[in-house]
């Protein structure tokens, strides 16, 4: 494509013309670090580290480092029906505010994203408000196992999202019958949130008693998550349904989840490698509740070896807002989740400076991960004919979180006044220019992310 010139204008110094050149950044390519240009016509790559490129538009990116878009592949953005917490809109400007190129979002809002209609109106919401490209889940319940296997293949959908335990909202699937026929239906990839309904109803008492915020991870303990991770395999594994197994939070979940590998993938979230028990608890209080829980430091020890082993997929942020008024109620009555797709990346980034990860290793989480795991098409990599998601980040820069550079309808972050190396200083979606230097720029242009299983032609705009 790029070596036919009648594809492109060519200016009088014979340089071929295209929408965007971004000169001079340090790209991560599939191969490698590579010092040069990218140059993007129609939404697309077209050329990366060649010269002879001109572009109506010139990034100057001299100092800055080129990741392929970021996606965060599990937030809740709570509309409709709870957009006193967060909305499309300002969900989706947080990220990318935060470098974030893409996000798939949760089906537990109001009403419950389970029919056709309530996705088809995220969709709509979605085509006018959001600042980032989209894809929906859809959540499986005993109500709609029969539209299953259709509902997943809707434009626009993820796949099925099941929550085994009641975490926030009423979606839940927790009888093995139930679950059995949910993953019999269909057959793409499905979201998984593993804690066992049973055991945290039987064990609630203990927090009812104590009221200690600190006591969280020990109601929602280690027992909670692994029973319910291995009924999860064991009910899907006559079917061989794949599975993505969401905000892991155990080692010994992790010892299991090796061992079954050719069907199951794995997310781990900033917030778990991260926070530590119990000291931010005792420093956030109910801010820093979420299920599954922070625990304390064996366990973030071995998501953080399961990070660097490979065992890992894909980071999400589990973005989950609720109101700092809300969060105010006394535990156990106050509701779990924390804002952080905004900070996903900031976060991270600290963290590769800080060595814990290389930043190869950053992008195949972010990047790559995501789109082998839920086979996006055309993006996740810097890569000629994949879709020019770029997430410009200066890796030397020392930033503050700062309560003020939050989006979120929520308006707070756990991470407020943690400095952090690494900022992301430029988001580009599809060729365009979405944020740079903490400013959001245009209008919202966001559109449904496809997918290879299940590819149809773009709506049109
Ligand atoms: O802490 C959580 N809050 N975990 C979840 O899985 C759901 C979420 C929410 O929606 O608030």
């Known amino acids: 494509m790029t070596s036919n010139n009648n594809m492109f204008e060519t200016s009088k110094t014979d340089q071929k013309v295209v929408d965007l050149v971004i000169r001079n950044g340090e790209i991560l390519t599939p191969s490698g670090r590579q010092q040069g240009d990218i140059a993007c016509h129609e ?12 572009g109506r538009q010139e990034i100057d990116a001299r100092g800055l480092t080129v990741l392929p878009g970021v996606m965060d592949t599990q937030v809740h953005f709570r509309e409709p029906g709870l957009t006193h917490k967060e909305t499309l809109e300002a969900g989706t400007r947080g990220a990318v505010l935060g470098g974030v190129t893409t996000i798939f979002e949760m089906p537990n809002t109001s009403p419950l994203t389970i029919t056709r209609e309530a996705l088809a109106s995220k969709l709509e919401i979605a085509a006018r408000y959001a600042w980032c490209d989209y894809g929906f889940y859809i959540g499986g319940c005993r109500a709609n196992i029969p539209e299953l296997a259709e509902l997943e293949l809707l434009p626009g959908c993820v796949g099925i999202k099941v929550f085994m335990g009641s975490s926030f909202g009423d979606l839940l699937a927790d009888q093995d019958d139930v679950l059995r026929e949910i993953v019999a239906c269909g057959h793409r990839r499905m979201a998984i949130h593993a804690e066992d309904e049973a055991r945290l109803r039987a064990r609630r008492e203990l927090v009812e008693r104590s009221r200690a915020v600190t006591d969280h991870p020990h ?6 998550a692994l029973n319910a991770t291995k009924r999860i395999l064991a009910v899907s594994e006559t079917v061989q349904r794949r599975l993505h197994l969401l905000h892991i939070s155990t080692a010994e979940e992790l010892e299991l989840l090796a061992a079954h590998r050719h069907r ?3 997310e781990v979230l900033p917030h778990h490698l991260t926070l530590t028990a119990p000291e931010c608890y005792e420093r956030l209080g109910t801010l820093a509740q979420m299920n ?12 953080w070896r399961a990070v660097r082993n490979g065992l890992v997929d894909v980071l999400g942020s589990d973005h989950a807002p609720h109101t700092l008024e809300e969060k105010a109620a006394p535990y156990p009555d106050s509701p779990s ?18 060595g814990r990860l290389s930043l190869e290793r950053l992008v195949d989480l972010t990047s790559a991960g995501p789109a082998r ?12 004919g994949y879709d020019a998601d770029f997430t410009l980040v200066d890796l030397k820069q020392r930033r503050e979180i700062e309560r003020r550079w939050i989006a979120s309808v929520s308006g707070w972050s756990p991470y407020e006044g943690m400095e952090v190396c690494g900022w992301p200083m430029m988001t580009v979606i599809r060729g365009q220019v979405v944020m740079r230097d903490d400013e959001v720029l245009g209008t919202p242009g966001g559109r449904p992310v496809q997918f290879a299983e299940t590819l149809r032609p773009q709506p049109e705009r």
């Open 43 to 54: 939404g697309a790559v077209v050329a990366v580290g060649e010269t002879g490129w001109r």
């Open 219 to 224: 109601w929602r303990d280690v027992e909670t």
């Open 264 to 266: 199951v993938s794995v």
């Open 292 to 303: 599954p829980p922070v625990r304390g430091r064996r366990h973030q020890d071995a998501l």
């Open 337 to 354: 989740g924390m804002p952080g797709t905004q900070t996903l990346l900031p976060v991270m980034l600290d963290h590769v400076n800080a």
């Open 373 to 384: 795991v839920f086979g996006i098409a055309r993006k996740g990599r810097v890569a000629k």
